[in-house]
């Protein structure tokens, strides 16, 4: 596996991804913030914020970055970085959801995403290791022909350039199959390093490990508070995936986690190309050289974060990559978070019932690259009070159509039921003798709640597992040794640090006797 050694860059999780090793880090401290109003604040130093806050910089804004960590902790530094034309939300889906017109503009916005990460690349001269690939989509079975049919035709409506191919450099047998050309891949930390040295540059400033807890408003005014002082601004945007605390958000989109691994093969043989199963979960597979070593990357398993183990979904990826792979060894595995709206397209502007003037943009689903970079386009032009064509496509405030009730009540009727069932016991009592060095679990002590991390040195963490954003039951994410809430995604370390909003404060410690075998 790759060194353990605390990397300059480091993510929301215990396991280190590729695009974390062998960065050198950026200086971003040195200036003198004072009592100043920025134009805007970016909430969010990943690839959404530093792309909006590049572009409002070079606009002639005066704006501030704070990000809760580093740049690149969350999504960003733990995506697996592909840069696709076709969506996580079909083209077919699109158009059921938001009509002819809406499927071709999001078309447009997934491509403009994509043209954005290469105009940066280019005018910057960001060595992100930028490759155009083919992309590949097949169907092993009957019903995913079927999906796959439908794929092409919505695609070809709204205009984008497929076409059905015999052959697909796979060891997967499969009955059909459709090739994109021109999608590519890139080292996401890389070009977001590129983007930070530009807005440096612009003259913007940078804040790490500043958690901004809330915004208050007075005279047009934002002024977001910290737990060492407060930043002012005459805009906010949160570049933050969920935006913090309750929102509208919280009912509107579903946190899912995603497994990936990065392998060496025996063979030498890796495909040259961005490859995709139709399987639900779906599988994924491409190449990337990453300290002069070529790997295979293989990723998918996703699932609702907090819900099933993420130790089974490494395990089944690992399976499934091995059915098809002569494998070598395990170099990288890591897991990252997003996303999914409930309607199919992301929520990008002013936030319902907010202040005017404060921003978001979440809900991506698995097209954080592109609809991160769209998302930059989109906040900077709305700040600059310039029109931009999917300002209401994607506005947050949008009616949601009909067809999306069933999926709104589904997400939320399983949030429903972690609120109360995980609450009055559904989860095994235990005692902390059988905890493991290594691994947490809520447990039930003397009729308390309890979410236990036995560390390695064999001291007992306790905290509260009641979740502080909505007061659901965290659970125990055992590979990225964090506690996931079921509902919003809020995770937290095994000292109940926040790694993922939307919650704002840590889970509460409970004291109680460490080194305990009791
Ligand atoms: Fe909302 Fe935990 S993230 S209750």
Known sequence: MATKTEPINPRDGKHESPWQAGLTDIKTAGKTIGEQTFDALIVGAGITGLTTGLLLQQAGKKVIIADAHTPGFGTTGGTSAHINTFADTTYPEAESAFGEDGAQLFKEAIAEGCQLINDQAASLQIGCELESKPGYLYAEKDDEVKQLDEIYEGAVKVGVAVSYVDEVPTPVPFKKALLWEKQAQFHPLKYLQGLQKAFLTAGGVILKNI?????????????????????????????????????????????????????????????????????????????????????????????????????????????????????????????????????????????????????????????????????????????????????KLFSPARVKPVDSFSEFVKENADVAYHFVADRFGIHESDSLKRLQPGTGKVLEVAGQKIAAYRDEQGTIHALSPVCTHMACIVNWNGEEKSWDCPCHGARFDVDGKVLTGPATRPLAPISQEGKSNS
């Open 211 to 391: 958690l901004t807890t809330a915004v208050a408003t007075k005279d047009d005014i934002h002024t977001a508070s910290h737990a060492t002082g407060s930043l002012k601004a005459k805009t906010v945007v949160y570049a933050t995936h969920m935006p913090p605390n309750i929102n509208v958000f919280n009912f509107e989109c579903a946190p899912y986690r995603s497994y990936v691994m990065a392998v060496k093969l025996k063979s030498g043989k890796y495909p040259d190309a961005l490859i995709y199963d139709s399987q639900e979960p779906y599988h994924y597979v491409r190449s990337h050289t990453i300290d002069g070593e070529r790997l295979l990357i293989a990723g998918g398993l996703d699932h609702k974060t907090g819900h099933e183990h993420p130790e089974k979904a490494f395990a089944e990826l690992e399976k499934y990559i091995r059915r098809y792979y002569n494998v070598s060894s395990v170099k990288y595995r890591w897991s990252s978070q997003y996303y999914v709206p409930v309607d199919g397209l992301p929520y990008i502007g002013q936030i319902p019932l907010a202040a005017d003037g404060i921003y978001c943009a979440t809900g991506y689903n698995g097209n954080g690259m592109m609809l991160g970079s769209v998302a930059g386009k989109i906040l900077s032009d709305l700040i600059l009070k310039k029109e931009n064509r999917y300002e």
